[in-house]
């Protein structure tokens, strides 16, 4: 109980100093942070249009971030989410496109499974080099997110190109599109926030009550002690990478089905390294991600209103990086202390021997 409380308070505690120390820099440019934070506030949340817009922008970050966090949970640094996530939706949209004839109860899940299948194989290779190279994942995935913008600009310039102006693919099939939940004007919220927040609560139950979940969180938390206990740790590092992929790869489907219904060259946007920060401030817990991207959706969404009293949009980027800041800070100072807990135990340990 008091580890769950301590989990949730040290990211409250780092977001409301971060909107402090925010608030002098608005203070210092001679704005009002409180208005401003009001503004942000209201630009967020103080309509329907603006609640339909943070909700849209929460809804990728939540599987962004579900895919890093989980690869922490793993013990691998799975920096690759925004090439899985451009690959999923690549290879969705090279389907969605071609099969219009299929109903929508076939269409929708068939399309999410191609992409989630796509995400998951492009982690694979990663987690297949580590475990059987020692490759390190942040190169093979910084390699593959390169090979994935190149292919996705080939393959919307040549192959799936449509129309002229920004590169892009056709439309997706109707039968393909993700129901629409609300409408304001030409805003939708599609069903792909109810997926993502799905996928958070299976990802929950997946590492806390399964023998699969219990065995890669072991390999995370000490492969030695994991492999000695019959735990494959080469078996586990690959599928935390794949299933870490497949959450990538549905982030890019739900925008794909849900907001864009065709694939762009530049349709991540840096989502995926925003999973990153998200998977930190959720302390890399399924439900804890859930409110850090809703936070940094929130954030992005009221910036643009903050513009309007003259406050800039690139505050939220000094909160955020606050935040990230204190979060890790945390994390260095509790490995900082357990080192030294284990240190000084050893020394009483051996001062016992020496007088025994």
Do not use: C
């Not at 496109?97 to 999410?112: D, E, H, Q, R, Y």
């Not at 004007?185 to 599609?190: F, I, N, P, Q, T």
């Not at 991600?289 to 992005?300: N, P, W």
């Not at 990230?324 to 051996?350: C, E, G, P, T, W």
């Amino acid at each position: 109980m008091k580890k769950a409380l301590e989990s949730i308070a040290v990211p409250v505690i780092a977001v409301l100093i971060a909107l402090l120390i925010s608030g002098f820099i608005i203070l210092a440019i001679g704005k009002n942070p409180i208005k401003a934070y009001g503004v942000l506030l209201h630009g967020a949340f103080g309509n329907k249009q603006a609640i339909i817009d943070t909700l849209i922008k929460t809804t990728p970050l939540i599987l962004t971030g579900l895919a890093v966090g989980f690869g922490f949970r793993a013990g691998v640094f799975n920096i690759g989410a925004e090439g899985q996530m451009a690959m999923g939706a690549l290879m969705a949209a090279t389907f969605a496109s071609n099969f219009g004839g299929l109903p929508p109860a076939v269409a929708i899940p068939l399309t999410i499974l191609i992409g989630m299948g796509a995400g998951a194989g492009w982690a694979a290779i990663a987690g297949y080099l580590k475990a059987k190279t020692g490759a390190h994942e942040v190169v093979t995935t910084i390699m593959l997110n390169w090979i994935t913008t190149y292919l996705a600009s080939f393959m919307v310039t040549g192959p799936l190109a449509t129309g002229s102006g920004t590169p892009k693919s056709p439309e997706i099939a109707q039968s393909a599109q993700l129901p629409v939940l609300m409408r304001v004007g030409a805003m939708e919220l599609s069903a792909g926030i109810l997926i993502s927040i799905a996928a958070a609560v299976f990802m929950y139950v997946f590492l806390n009550k399964t023998t699969t979940g219990y065995e890669i969180k072991a390999v995370g938390f000490n492969p030695y002690a994991a492999e000695y206990g019959g735990i494959s740790v080469a078996k586990n590092v690959v599928l935390a990478m794949a299933i870490s992929g497949a959450l990538a790869g549905l982030a890019g489907v739900t925008e794909l089905m849900g907001v864009h219904h065709r694939f762009l060259g530049e349709l991540s946007g840096g989502k995926g390294f925003d999973g990153i920060s998200i998977a930190l401030i959720g302390q890399n817990n399924p439900i804890g991600i859930i409110f850090a991207a809703l936070l940094i959706g929130a954030l992005r969404t009221g910036s643009n209103e903050m513009q309007f009293m003259g406050v800039s949009k690139y505050i939220v980027i000094i909160v955020q990086g606050i935040v990230i800041f204190l979060v890790a800070a945390d994390r260095i100072v509790k490995a900082i202390y357990a080192r030294k807990k284990v240190n000084y135990l050893r020394l009483k340990s051996r001062a016992s021997k020496s007088l025994s």
